[in-house]
């Protein structure tokens, strides 16, 4: 998960700011989600798993990414799109909240997560440059 949120992330950042950074931030990003899983998982094999550089890792993007589209240009069409990944991604997180309150949760959070990904694919297919 933490490498989708980081090329999302780098993908948002490449178009929306500033192409080469974004291209430049990409490796960096991606290890950076793996070095949190890898922190969580050594964490757990001692007892103390702790979770939140992981955390960090995945919902600061997330966080970020309404900003980016607010405050800047898309060089493409149908940015619309990434709003509708944005809400998909926000149903899957209330439903990892309810996860134990309502059967299914965690079933239903991963469909939510895999149609936020659908949405920005297809999203991707139909763009065009826009022209400056």
């Known amino acids: 998960m933490t ?3 980081m090329g999302v992330f780098t993908a948002a950042i490449t178009e929306y700011i500033h192409a080469r950074i974004g291209a430049l931030l990409l490796t960096p990003f991606l290890m950076l ?5 890898e922190v969580w998982r050594r964490g757990e094999l001692t007892g103390v798993g702790d979770l939140r550089f992981y955390i960090l890792v995945q919902f ?3 966080l970020a990414l309404p900003l980016i589209y607010l405050l800047f240009r898309s060089r ?3 940015t619309y799109s990434m709003w509708g990944m944005v ?3 926000a149903l899957a997180k209330v ?3 309810l996860d134990g309150i309502f059967p299914g949760g965690h079933a239903w959070k991963h469909v939510a997560g895999a149609a936020a990904l659908w949405v ?3 999203a991707v297919g139909y763009r065009t440059p826009v022209p400056r």
């Open 3 to 5: 490498l989708a949120f």
């Open 33 to 37: 989600g793996m070095l949190s899983v």
């Open 60 to 62: 600061y993007p997330m």
């Open 76 to 78: 493409y069409t149908h």
């Open 87 to 89: 809400g998909f991604y």
């Open 95 to 97: 439903l990892e909240l």
């Open 120 to 122: 920005a694919f297809r």
